[in-house]
């Protein structure tokens, strides 16, 4: 099992995506960091402890992390994820799950003062990451692999006509770990998360196979796919963040090309990914750009791990079922 560190900031893709990563045969969540994104930080913090204790993992421990960008005032997504950060679904907490005392930056900087066969995968603004950074400027070289769920290459932006959200939100900190963090950044971003689409019939399979969680699932992304269909009338959601785990575990789910990449920190284009694929800037390559993806594979994992169904009753349906 390879053993990551999750940092996010949930958010109902988000939510998605740490069930994913906690019930994956493959991988050990050793700890989760929090970041303000689509809903303020606590709220975020809040929906991690929801999720935990959902899969009976209240073991995992919680690092809470940055209130507000490195520079620019804090502009949530709860227009997109609800207030409560979970489709407006406003579930209690029902554990006294206390999160760790040490904030989310000061723990990944401490966690990489020296080589160690962990992962982090980044599904928020990297707020926390470049703060981290900033703490330790070796923290890249120590980790196994980064993976980030952010920016695009050549799909439209989903918060600007060129950039992505969790780079949009604070492009100073994506700016400062695209130049600084001095390992390969492998970036999930929506030139292929746009293909994960969770469709009405997908949700409606996931009702039908497991009931529990298929509610679950289906009663946190009724707010995302209403937002969906006013904004980009798209039937269903995209859910992004999940991809970036599976690809994580898979990484032959996704193709792509290295490159320098550089973000753009202010004026209309902020947040906006500069892939420098043909090399214009003559710089080295510092992050590996996903521009093409296998959906119907990425969803016979996400449900054969998710759904507690016979993993060949799962694939044998999804071969029959409208993926469109
Ligand atoms: O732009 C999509 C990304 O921003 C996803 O990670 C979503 O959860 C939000 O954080
Ligand atoms: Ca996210």
Redesign the pocket.
């Known amino acids: 099992m390879r053993k990551v560190i999750i940092d996010c900031?949930p958010?109902i893709?988000?939510t998605l995506a740490l069930m994913l990563a906690i019930k994956a045969p493959e991988i050990e969540v050793v700890a989760i960091t929090t970041v303000c994104?689509?809903a303020p930080v606590d709220i975020g913090t809040k929906n991690v402890i929801k999720c935990l204790e959902r899969l009976d993992r209240l073991d995992i421990p919680i690092y809470q992390g940055a209130k507000q960008p490195l520079k620019q005032p804090f502009i949530s997504?709860q227009d997109t994820h609800g207030m409560d950060g979970l489709g407006e679904t406003n579930r209690p907490i029902n554990s006294r799950k206390t999160i760790e005392d040490q904030g989310a930056a000061s723990f990944l900087a401490q966690t990489f003062a020296q080589d160690v066969p962990i992962s982090v995968i980044a599904?928020?603004p990297l707020t926390n990451i470049a703060t981290a950074l900033q703490l330790n400027p070796d923290m890249g070289r120590h980790m196994d692999r980064f993976v980030t769920?952010?920016g695009t290459y050549k799909s439209h932006g989903?918060c600007s006509p060129v950039a992505?959200?969790?780079y949009w939100c604070d492009p100073d900190a994506a700016a400062l770990v695209f130049d600084k963090l001095g390992t390969c950044i492998e970036m999930v971003g929506l030139d292929v998360t746009r293909a994960i689409v969770f469709t009405p019939t997908l949700i409606e399979y996931c009702c039908r196979m497991d009931p529990d969680t298929g509610g679950f699932m289906r009663d946190i992304t009724r707010f995302y796919v209403d937002f969906h269909w006013q904004q980009e009338r798209i039937l269903g959601c995209v859910i992004?963040?999940p991809l970036a785990i599976a690809y994580f575990i898979d990484d032959t789910l996704c193709q792509g090309f290295d490159s320098y990449t550089a973000v753009e920190t202010k004026g209309l284009s902020r947040g906006q990914t500069l892939v420098d694929r043909y090399d214009f800037w003559q710089k080295a390559a510092n992050s590996k750009i996903m521009t093409d993806v296998d959906s119907r594979q990425f969803f016979k994992k996400f449900l054969t791990v998710l759904l507690n169904a016979h993993k060949e009753t799962i694939e044998a349906d999804l071969e029959k079922l409208q993926m469109g």
Do not use: S
Request: charge should be negative.
């Open positions: 900031d958010g893709d988000d994104g689509n997504a599904l928020g769920m952010g989903n992505e959200y969790n992004n963040d």
